[in-house]
């Protein structure tokens, strides 16, 4: 326990509740961490010091006096949390100048259940404005540096998140994944990332880019970490009309019993592995992640997703469409930046938008208009709809032959900073994870090796509200491989 932020999040739980370690000393030991990797990091907005250290100390005075109330199952234990949900009396600006000084007055339904669970918020996280990027390049703040490689994206739009844990400078985080940006960042920097079924977690509180398509989920360091927040975040919420009433299954006890994979069905999906963008050293790791699947007892078999070739372009229609519609509330009359000295209504709309966002989201709020106006909806936005049914309908017929789907997150490693200047290459890159989200289905990131020295990372995908599957699967294969619980040698 010489450096309390190297443990893992059930063992930092462990220790505060066996009375080993102080609220306040494990939140001081985090803030250590930040002050000392931030400068080359990167990962972070709007920090807490002062109030993160007030919670500690309040809750060491509760256990002094009552002891650690059992409800609590993340007591004292610090945590970030992505700057695209809401923190009472905390800057929220989703990465962009339009919020900058935007100040909300409630808690997103997620950061209150971690609140309640007794979890202490350090800082919110780095991310691509309005989550609309792959890289944590397009933050209106700075740029977020990879922890394994500070020349080199750690992923988006939760990078930060991911860089966050990577760096140890928190036990756990969370992000949102509208088309895999939490998979992605999670696989870049060598974390655990779990995108939800969709309706899983609440939504409310969550700044909107792709109402039917964003979900909010864990980044941790292991498998059996975000399993443990998942249990917090997960249930029910009327505040949401999409909030699933589905019960919440016990997500830790999943990865209890054998190691093996004996019965366990995994599909390969030919469309991910046939794919020449697939680096080589990202299908080597993958190569023997599968290896050691197989020798755990797991039958691998391959399968197809047809349509996951449209998923790019259908993705991009859609979520453009829907960021389009969210955005529209920020106008500078009601709240958010507000121009001065505009001449009228048209003139003050005009500017404080052009002031307020940056170049990507303008270029997607411009595609959003275009495939929804009246000579090109039923060319476009219909036809994507349409499409996406197809890719739901062909993960529906994958999953009924196999347990989970077992592919790439990423074609490549982490690339350079700046390193793709093309806005379509750089919607390319998402090729394995936005058709999941098309989907509703939910997916899990296990680190799996290392190509040229950086992270990799491969996805299982599993049937709607099968989160536990994939924790029992990822954290038994995972832990074959023996990546689970790393960071980042800064």
Not at 211 to 220: C, E, R, V, W, Y
Not at 280 to 292: E, S, T
Not at 441 to 468: I, K
């Amino acid at each position: 326990m010489s450096d309390l932020t190297h443990l893992t999040l059930a063992e930092a739980r462990s220790a505060l509740a066996a009375g080993e370690v102080t609220a306040e000393a494990m939140t001081v030991s985090c803030l250590a961490r930040m002050d000392a990797t931030e400068p080359r990091v990167g990962a972070l907005l709007a920090r807490r010091d002062a109030e993160a250290l007030d919670e500690a100390r309040a809750l060491d005075r509760q256990r002094a006096e009552r002891g650690v109330p059992s409800d609590k199952p993340l007591w004292g234990v610090p945590l970030t949390v992505k700057d695209s949900l809401t923190l009472k009396g905390t800057p929220t600006t989703a990465g962009s100048r339009i919020l900058e000084h935007f100040t909300p007055p409630y808690d997103a339904f997620a950061v209150s259940r971690l609140k309640e669970a007794g979890a202490i918020i350090l800082a919110k996280t780095n991310m691509d404005e309005f989550a609309m990027g792959s890289t944590t390049e397009h933050s209106a703040f700075h740029p977020t540096r990879n922890p394994w490689d500070r020349g080199r994206v750690p992923g988006g739009s939760s990078g930060g998140s991911a860089a966050s844990v990577a760096a140890c400078q928190c036990f756990a985080s969370l992000g949102s994944d509208t088309g895999g940006s939490i998979r992605q960042p999670a696989a870049l920097c060598g974390c655990v990332g779990l995108k939800p079924t969709y309706g899983r977690i609440s939504r409310y509180g969550l700044l909107a880019y792709g109402s039917s398509l964003d979900q909010i989920g864990p980044l941790a360091r292991t498998v059996e970490d975000a399993a443990l927040v998942l249990q917090v975040i997960a249930g029910h919420d009327p505040r949401d009309a999409t909030s699933a009433a589905w019960p919440v299954p016990d997500y830790t006890s999943t990865l209890r019993g054998t190691g093996d994979l004996a019965g366990v069905r995994l599909g390969l999906p030919r469309e991910f592995y046939e794919n020449d963008a697939l680096n080589p050293g990202v299908r080597a790791a993958c190569r023997k992640a599968m290896d050691n699947a197989r020798a755990l007892g797991a039958e691998l078999v391959d399968v197809s997703l047809p349509h996951t070739p449209y998923a790019v372009a259908a993705y991009y229609i859609l979520a453009t469409a829907e960021a389009g519609s969210n955005l529209a509330r920020y106008d500078g009359v009601r709240y958010g930046r507000r121009a001065q000295d505009a001449k009228n209504l048209d003139d003050l709309y005009t500017r404080s938008r052009t002031e307020g966002f940056g170049e990507e989201v303008q270029r997607r709020i411009l595609l959003g208009a275009f495939v929804l106006s009246a000579g090109y909806y039923d060319a476009y936005y219909r036809k994507a709809a349409q499409v996406r049914r197809l890719i739901r309908q062909d993960y529906d017929e994958a999953l009924t032959r196999c347990d989970a789907l077992l592919a790439p997150v990423s074609p490549v490693p982490a690339w350079p900073l700046g390193g793709v200047s093309d806005p379509l290459q750089m919607y390319l890159m998402d090729i394995f994870t936005l058709s999941l989200n098309l989907a509703g289905l939910p997916g899990l990131t296990v680190p799996v090796g290392f190509a040229d020295g950086l992270p990799v990372g491969m996805q299982l995908m599993g049937r709607p509200f099968g989160e536990e599957v994939l924790l029992r699967i990822g954290h038994r294969l995972g832990s074959s491989l023996g990546v689970l619980g790393q960071y980042a040698p800064l």
